[in-house]
Structures are given as C-alpha cells and as structure tokens.
RNA sequence: GGGCGGUUAGCUCAGUUGGUAGAGCACCGGCUUUACACGCCGGCUGUCACAGGUUCGAAUCCUGUACCGCCCACCA
C-alpha cells in the first residue's frame, strides 16, 4: 500500500480497468438474466469522426445512467454504434482524393465505394478507442453500424414500406441544391446566416412602350428566369395593370402581370418578378399560375444557356455583370442595403440554390400527426419540458422531406426504372428483370443519412425482424442529445418508430446544452477555442472531465466549460484518491471486511457519518430519478470532502492509532462509509473508484467489480437526528475556537485551553463524552464545561446559539477588536429581530401565514433575542 | 416574422411545490498538523437586471422594459 503515489496518475489507470471490464463482460447485456430490462442507444458518431467534447457530455450523462442501472440489478443494454454520415465522409474521402489531384469521378462508383470504406475501417477505431477512454459502458458485442448488411435491409424495408402506403414519392421539385457538393439537401441541412446584400429595382419596359413596372430583388441573376411578374389584387397601384405584359430585360422574352395575394404590397415596389425555377415562393405561385418554368442556373452554379449572355459564367459573376448592364442600359432605379438571411449547404458553406429538379420525398404530414399524437398523449416527455413546445412548433409546420442524395457514399434507393416500358420497380430485393422483360437500371442516389439513423432504437435491435432483443429492449428508457439534432434525429425516430416499431423508442428525451468555452462563447475551430476532450482526458484524466461535465449540466443550461472549473474537479479525484490512500493506509491487512457494530452501541462520530452516508444515498437516487447530474454530483463533491474527509477522518484518526475494539469499531466504520461513497461515486468516476475498491478488503458476494456491485440504498436504521444535531453543535465549538485563534495569531501548534458554559445537563454531559473529538480538533490541551463561568481577565467570550465559548489568552486578547466585533454582531441580531418584530406585528402575517412558519419566527426572535442578551451581557463585562 | 433561454458574490453557476440567499474558483491572513500544498485552518464578498402587480411575505408567481444569447422561418 505505501507504493501508491500521492498524486493520483490516471495515465496508468483508466485504459487497465476499461479492459479489464470489457474482459469480464461487465457490459454485455444479459437477455436471460432474469432481472428487469434497461435499455438506451447510443447516438451514433460519424464513423470517421473523434470525439468532440460535446460527445464527452452525451457520453458521460448516459454513462452516469446506464452504471447507475446497473448496479441497481438491472439487466443494461447500452447499445453503441457509428453513422455512416453519408455527405461528411465523402466530402472527407473527395478531399483527401484532391489532395491526389483527383475526383471521384476518376475513380469511378465502385473505386470510389471501396475508398470510401477503406478509409471508414481504418478511422472506425479511432472514435471507438475514444470512447473506451471516456468510459463509456457500452455493450461492445452488440455494436452496429448504419451501412451493416442487417441495418441494410432495415433501411429497405422502410423504403419500400412507405412506398407501398404512399408516403414516399418522386416528384420534379424545387429542391436546395448544393453547387459544390453537387446535392441536393433538405430543409434541415441548410443554414440561415444574416447577410448583408442588396435590394435592386429594376425597371421591366411595357410592351407596348408604356413605363412598365419596377420590381424589386436581391437576386437579379435570377431574372433571366422570370416568367411572370406578380402583384397583390388588392395593390390599388397595380390592380389595373393585371393581364398586362412587360418586357424581361436583356433577354426580351414577354412576361404576363398576374395577381396574386402572396405578394406584400408593403415590401420594395410591391411588384414581384417570378422565378419559378430559383425560388421555392415563385415555384408555387408559377404552379398557381401555370407559368413555365425556365431554369438559369445548373447543379454547379453555372448560367444556363438559357441565359443568354450570361451562359456559362457562374452565378455570381453574371450578377455584378447583369447590375451592370441593368445600369447602362437606364433600367436598373435604385439599389438599396439590405439586410437578409441567406442559405448555406450546412457541410460545405457553401451558398444553396434552389433549383428545380426530380427527387425522392418522404410525404411528412401523416408520420408527423402520429408523432404530435404521441406526445400529447405524455408517451414520450422532453426534458426540459419547454422542448415541447419546439417540437411541436416545428412539426406542425414541416415539409415534406428530401431523402434523395446525389452521393455516392450511403443507402443507394431501392428504386429500378426500365429502359423497356418505363416502369418504376421499387423492392426489398435486387430484382432481375423488368416484367416487360426489359432491363432495370437502379436509381444512382442514395438515402439522406437520417433516413437510416431515423430507424436506430430499433434496427439495431434486429428489426424489421421480430427479435427477442426487440421484444426484450424496445422501447429505450433514456435518449440524451443536444438540441441541434431534435428535429434531423430524434422526430424522425419518433416518427418512423411508431410507424414501424409499434410506439415510441425513448420514454425521455433529454436535450443538454452547448458546451460552450468559459467565457460563454460557442466554440469553433475558426475562434479557436475548441476544448479537446482527448488533451483535457490526457492532461486530467476522464473522471476529472466526467465529474467536471456531470456537475455543470444544469438543464436547459448551456455548459461554460472553465479550466478553473476543471481544475477544482481535478482536484477533488485528487482528494477522493488520498482519502483512499489514507484509509489503505491505516485498516492494516484484513482477512474480510468487518461488520458495522449496531448503530446504538456506537459513538457519536461514527452515529453522525452512518446518518449522513445514509442520507446521501436517498439524495443521489432521488437527483438520478430526474436527471439532475448536477445535484447529485454537487451533493457527492460536499459531503466526501467536507464531511467525511474534513471531519469524519479527522475525528476518527486517533481512535486509529489505538489498539482494540475502539480501533475496530472505527476501522469497521470508516471501511463501510467509504466503500458506500466509493460506490456512490463509481458512475461518475468509474476509474478511480474501480482503483480503489479493488484494492479495498473483500465481503463475502463481492463480484469482481465495483461495476456490478449494489448501488448504497438509504438505511433507515442508520438515520439519527440527534447524532447530526449534536455533531452540528460539537462543530460549532470547534469552529468558534479555531476562529479565536485564528484572530489572535495563536500558532497551529500550541495547545490553548477553553470552557464551555453549557447550561443543559444533557448536553453537558454529551459534550463531556465527546470532549476529546473536540481537543483534538481545536488543538486544547485543556476543555471544561460548567453550567456557568465567572470570566477572568484576558478571556476572550463568544456567544453560540445555546452557550458561550470561553478562550484564555492571557497577553493577546485585543479589547478593543473584540468589543467592535460583538458589536457589529449585536447590530446583525437587532437587524434581524427587527425584521421579524415587524413581521408579527402585520396583522395579516399571524392570521394568514401557516401556524408553522409563524412559530418558527416567535422561535426565531426568542432566540435572537436570548443570543441579543448573551451578547450586551459579553459586552459589559469587556467594558466593565 | 415566430419561438425559447439568460440577467444572483470579482468570475462561472446552484437555488423545483413563494418564508428575506449558496457552491467552486479567485482574493486576504495563518500553517512542512505523519492521506492530500491538486492540501489544512480561518476570513471577506450580494439594492438576487429594471419597473409595476399578486401575496401577510417574491430571487422564486404575473405583466411590462432593457441588455445578452440561441433556435426556427419560402417577403422577393
């Protein structure tokens, strides 16, 4: 025992125990057990990704979770797994291949696949090593992967299943498009970023020569497209222009003016250009209208040759040049500032296009009204509840859902169309041949990523087959995320779980914060201020970080991650360590471990931890029951410093050094309290508490583990009142005495003598027995307690609650400090007093505040009162 | 345009059925007390953003204002 160092090193500690319980199986879930099931998935990380600190959180929260589970007897299944993240890796893969001078085009589908996969198997194990060393329990021997050949047919089977309800259809759309990945996207992976651009009035000529109209754009490269020009049928300005024709600049091409309640009157000149192609708004309205429909732009950003002069150039080029035109040519009336918020392809940053073509969609609406149903019904709450809200808010108006992807890396759609009669095959299976006999080419897309991780609870379960799993860990208890995928993840889950697993797959959803650095800012590699969980795991240690995430994760809070913060948790696994340490230290070489004799034939010290350690039990349980990691965490850090390392193992260290059954009961004692916090604590800091309690002395049914060993419940035998009074009251004295010393510089190391005027003969007598606790620990060589004390000269007096404390200190009692600081307090008491005199003195206050809390003020007053006189009678004596 | 969150000690934050405020860090003073200086002991620190309202009583509930931040959004 005397080898461990004293500062506790993690960097030889975490990765042998992380194996040692994936040896032992200490996470397999246990389908035959016979004990209740608890399940959670993981959300899956990009397989080719590493662990972002905001994993770190969504790691810990539910490892705090399923540990805790699992001790309490249940059967845990923590199922892991990774995302294939179908735009992200390719992107990565087509990067790296840039840095090879080629595209994937080079390579070819096929080529490109393999690379794509090569790359996935050789990064896989990096995100997976990272969460080993965060701790994450997870059951390993049911990992998945969303491009699994069984997650595989998953994705098949919901394919073609809302195909056959109609609830999947292809249609010719305006879609977001991304120029650079060459993509379509949904809603969703568009970013909305303020923008400051410009407003252009542009004049459209009449046909007839008249003055035309003016309409107003942000987007004048857009106009080669026009096809209409749109007003508001109630717009007295233009109502009588309605049917008329102007003429599209540049290109000549006649427009026809249509009205239409769309157009607010109240924005630019009330005259709106129509760009079916490149606006969703003008896509509708030209679909009300039955306007063409004359596409500009291509899938890489480039002018079409539809627009004339412009052909070829891209986007925007051809505006500075179009403005210019506009300009020379006296048509272009204004240009304006112009504040809005403009698209951007969420992967790539670059600027989308909405343009027009053919796409897979899901048909929302009717998954969408199942999933609201669900909630309102209570089958799945948010946590906290004001997500709700959002969640409704954003079902209610959701669109339906792009799932097409011009990718390479992902699900391809089950979907063959036939060269012979056109037909369109949808199948779970590969099919052969048309019915026509005609050869069948399969759609070249693939599926939007959270198409598939939109079936996770439960295609990693094994559906669409009807499992023992399924049946067994569906639904999920608990699913943690941030809120940033609550609509691209978690709807979609609920979604298509009710749809395909029968209900709901999380009962909870718990939506954390941002992690943010500790001046609040979002981090970002551009600003720099990216915390590492890996350097910060390296550097501190993962329980440090763990402990440090679990305490700060108020709900609905964002999480300012400070390295004071950090450090202040490093410090406290420093302290648990040493502890730990100190108790090795001194139990000595025990056979077993010892019983805890009964609590009544125990002194007043080990009574009060017993009471307190059980206590704590209830208050940790009960912070787990809701999720208040921070709670439970804060009460976890207060109570083994502050009570049991700053008093209980202060009190009891003497009782150490003796030999016999006062050295027993002690050392029987101090075992059993730590070990309950060293289990108490194991959820949130698995490694060292797994340090520590295997080298902790063994009971008879002790597993392997601490891992698997039974989470402390309250024991309601333990709980004493009294004890925690009487303590509070033996600390007080204790305080008071140090507190004279301190102030009057008396040095640590000399032993200084006190009386206690304690009136109560109980209490007396109470303190008599435990006088020795309170000598130890206020450094006395000398400690009386009298029913009254005549003070001598160069006493310093103070008052506590029920008694005074009386100090001899001959030559350097400062008179003059005392008095002051009596005084200051008799001025804190008459304050008080006053406020509550004032209180009862309300007619309202007595009649109508409950009888409770008014006698708590009479009691209040009283003592304030009896501590008031206790205070001026200290007073007049110093001056007398 | 819609919605949400925040404003409490120098800093970062707790404060859940309304009974006049807490923690960590920082700071000040003293300590090589044989677990720990990543420590021990003692100490200092608040018109709980502002203005109204409800109530016997408000950091806590309601209304409004200001500032900060976030999310969603097909007004060019």
């Not at 879609?175 to 949904?186: E, Y």
């Not at 029968?502 to 992690?515: A, C, E, K, M």
């Not at 309170?774 to 307690?785: K, S």
């Amino acid at each position: 025992m005397s080898e461990l160092p004293k500062v506790f090193d993690h960097t030889t500690v975490d990765a042998r125990w992380y194996s040692y319980w994936e040896s032992i199986g200490a996470f397999t879930a246990l389908p035959e057990s016979g004990k209740p099931a608890f399940s959670m998935v993981l959300p899956p990380p990009n397989v080719t990704g590493s662990l972002h600190i905001g994993h770190a959180l969504n790691h810990t929260l539910p490892d705090i979770i399923a540990r805790w589970k699992r001790m309490l007897g249940y059967d845990v299944l923590w199922l892991p797994g990774t995302d294939h993240a179908g735009i992200a890796t390719q992107n990565v893969v087509e990067k790296q291949l840039a840095a090879e001078g080629k595209t994937r085009h080079d390579l070819g589908r096929e080529a490109f696949e393999a690379r794509v996969w090569e790359w996935v198997r050789q990064s896989h194990g990096t995100i997976t090593a990272q969460m080993r060393q965060l701790g994450d329990s997870v059951d390993w021997s049911r990992e998945r992967f969303t491009l699994d050949p069984g997650l595989t047919r998953a994705v098949r089977r919901e394919f073609v299943s809302l195909y056959r309800d109609g609830l999947i259809y292809r249609d010719r759309y305006i879609v977001n498009w991304c120029p650079r990945c060459r993509t379509a996207l949904s809603d969703l992976e568009v970013q909305h970023r303020d923008t400051a651009g410009k407003l252009y009035y542009v004049r459209y000529p009449g046909v007839g020569g008249g003055p035309g109209v003016v309409v107003a754009t942000t987007r004048p490269e857009t106009m080669l497209g026009d096809t209409a020009v749109a007003v508001n049928p109630d717009d007295d300005r233009y109502r009588h222009m309605a049917g008329d024709r102007v003429r599209l600049p540049v290109i000549g091409r006649e427009l026809p003016i249509v009205t239409d309640s769309f157009v607010d009157p109240a924005f630019g000149t009330g005259a709106v250009k129509v760009t079916p192609a490149h606006d969703p708004n003008d896509f509708a309205m030209g679909r009300r209208h039955s306007l063409p429909s004359v596409s500009v732009i291509d899938e890489d950003g480039l002018m079409t040759a539809e627009a004339g002069p412009y052909a070829g150039q891209d986007r925007f080029k051809a505006r500075r040049g179009l403005v210019q035109q506009l300009e020379a040519e006296g048509l272009l009336e204004k240009v304006a500032d112009h504040q809005h918020a403009i698209g951007h392809c969420e992967r790539c940053g670059t600027v989308v296009e909405p343009l027009v073509s053919t796409q897979w969609f899901v048909k929302i609406g009717p998954l969408a009204a199942e999933a609201i149903r669900v909630v309102e019904e209570g089958k799945v709450t948010f946590l906290p509840d004001n997500w709700t809200k959002t969640y409704f808010e954003w079902m209610t108006n959701i669109h339906d859902w792009c799932i097409s992807r011009q990718l390479w890396w992902g699900h391809r759609i089950p979907a063959w169309y036939c060269d012979g009669c056109g037909t369109t095959v949808v199948s779970e299976d590969d099919p052969d041949r048309c019915a026509c006999g005609g050869v069948l080419r399969q759609d070249t897309d693939v599926l939007d990523t959270w198409f598939s991780s939109g079936l996770w609870p439960f295609s990693t379960l094994g559906w669409p087959d009807r499992t023992a799993e399924l049946a067994r860990y569906y639904p999920t208890t608990l699913m943690l995320t941030a809120f940033d995928i609550i609509f691209f993840w978690v709807a979609r889950m609920i979604m298509l779980g009710v749809k395909f697993a029968g209900g709901v797959p999380f009962h909870t959803v718990y939506i954390t914060g941002l992690v943010r650095d500790e001046r609040g800012q979002k981090m970002s590699k551009s600003k720099g201020n990216v915390v590492d969980p890996l350097a910060v795991m390296g550097e501190i240690g993962a329980d440090a970080l763990r402990f440090t995430l679990a305490a700060m994760a108020s709900p609905g809070m964002d999480i300012p991650l400070s390295e004071g913060r950090m450090t202040g948790y490093r410090q406290f696994i420093n302290k648990f360590w040493n502890a730990s340490r100190f108790l090795l230290m001194n139990i000595g070489d025990l056979p077993s471990r010892p019983d805890v004799p009964p609590a009544h034939d125990l002194g007043l010290a080990h009574r009060w931890i017993l009471s307190g350690v059980s206590r704590l039990s209830t208050e940790v349980s009960d912070a787990l029951t809701q999720y208040r990691f921070d709670l439970a965490a804060d009460r976890l850090y207060h109570f083994f410093w502050h009570e049991f390392a700053d008093w209980y193992i202060e009190l009891v260290k003497p009782e150490l050094q003796q030999t016999g059954p006062v050295r027993e009961t002690a050392v029987a004692v101090l075992i059993e309290v730590h070990d309950r916090l060293v289990r108490l604590l194991h959820p949130f800091i698995p490694f060292v508490t797994e340090e520590v309690w295997q080298r902790l002395p063994r009971r008879a049914g002790d597993g392997p583990t601490v891992t698997l060993a039974p989470f402390p419940a309250k024991v309601a035998g333990w709980l004493d009142a009294q004890a925690e009074r009487d303590m509070e009251y033996l600390q007080q004295i204790v305080t008071t005495i140090r507190t004279v010393r301190s102030e009057r510089g008396v040095a640590p190391s000399r032993r200084i003598a006190a009386v206690v005027d304690e009136a109560d003969a109980a209490m007396r007598a109470m303190l008599e027995r435990n006088a020795g606790y309170i000598r130890q620990l206020a450094g006395l060589n000398r400690l009386e307690f009298r029913s009254e004390v005549a003070p001598g000269p160069d006493t310093v007096k103070r008052v506590l609650e029920h008694a005074h404390v009386f100090v001899p200190l001959a030559g350097v009692v400062d008179h003059q400090a005392e008095i002051e600081k009596i005084q200051k307090e008799v001025a804190a008491v008459a304050k008080e007093s006053s406020a509550i005199e004032q209180k009862l003195a309300s007619q309202g206050f007595v009649e109508r505040a409950p009888a409770r809390v008014v006698d708590e003020a009479r009691a209040r007053l009283a003592q304030l009162g009896e501590r008031r006189a206790k205070l001026e009678g200290t007073l007049a004596d110093m001056r007398g």
